[in-house]
């Protein structure tokens, strides 16, 4: 096969189709994870590759953007990001060492078709995390995705202060649950799509941006508590 220079020329579906998945991680590493995280953190689904594709048309990243996936399992929605839109950066944050791995090698595949040219793309546009989303850097982020169907309520609830904490650039956010008070004060809803995951194929994806700081309620007491 030609070593191909660019993400945009690569058939990274057929290049993933046998790359381990999210689902086969073991025991232990679910066990650690809920540990960290809370029960019900290690359940695993993922949005199929139809329905990202039509995620990303919607949320049209440019050069600009970075965009992240907190839980981001086995690395494919970064990944289809990087190479089926113009977004600048996208990064795949996941607390899983199995799911990290699994991301890393879908990674090293699409690396391993790929001239000099092609890889330098993929490692200055590709950035997989290994590490908890309520902690890690969102300075830079424009778009975010997170999964949210499965995560225990605290989980949740803690994303979402550290998202409006940390990241300042926001412009979209898209999650598959409702965002709990006060943060559907804090972002308000701009619109939903309806769109395929491995649970169901009509899963409604939540889609916010943050109010202005002029208009948001006063909820800081209560946010606090
Ligand atoms: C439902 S899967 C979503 C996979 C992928 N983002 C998608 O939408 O197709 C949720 C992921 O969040 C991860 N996760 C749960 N708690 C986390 C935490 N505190 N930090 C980082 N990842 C976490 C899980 O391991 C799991 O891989």
Redesign the pocket.
């Known amino acids: 096969m030609t070593a191909r220079s660019s993400l945009r020329d690569l058939d990274w579906r057929a290049l993933l189709r046998d790359a381990p998945n999210?689902y086969d991680v073991g025991a232990d590493d679910r066990a650690a994870?809920e540990w960290?995280?809370?029960k019900g953190?290690?359940?695993?689904?993922?949005?199929l590759p139809d329905a990202?594709s039509a995620l990303l048309a919607w949320l049209a990243p440019t050069t600009s953007d970075v965009f992240v996936?907190?839980?981001?399992?086995?690395g494919?929605?970064p990944i289809q990001a990087v190479c089926e839109t113009a977004v600048g950066r996208a990064v795949?944050?996941?607390?899983?060492t199995g799911?990290h791995a699994a991301a890393s090698r879908a990674r090293d595949l699409l690396a391993s078709a790929m001239d000099d040219d092609g890889r330098a793309e993929l490692a200055q546009r590709l950035e997989l995390r290994c590490?908890?989303?309520?902690a890690?850097a969102l300075d830079d982020v424009t778009l975010i995705?997170?999964?949210s169907?499965?995560?225990p309520e605290p989980?949740f609830a803690a994303?979402c202060r550290h998202i409006d904490a940390r990241a300042g650039r926001l412009r979209l956010l898209a999650t598959?649950t409702a965002l709990p008070p006060p943060w559907d004060r804090v972002f308000e809803a701009v619109g939903s799509l309806h769109l395929a995951?491995?649970w169901s194929p009509r899963t409604r994806v939540h889609v916010a941006r943050r109010r202005s700081a002029a208009t948001v309620p006063p909820i800081a007491a209560e946010a606090a508590t």
């Open positions: 999210g994870l960290h995280a809370g953190a290690a359940t695993y689904g993922e949005l990202a996936d907190l839980g981001s399992g086995s494919r929605l795949g944050v996941e607390l899983s799911r590490e908890d989303l309520r890690t995705w997170m999964s169907t499965a995560f989980l994303a598959t995951t491995t």
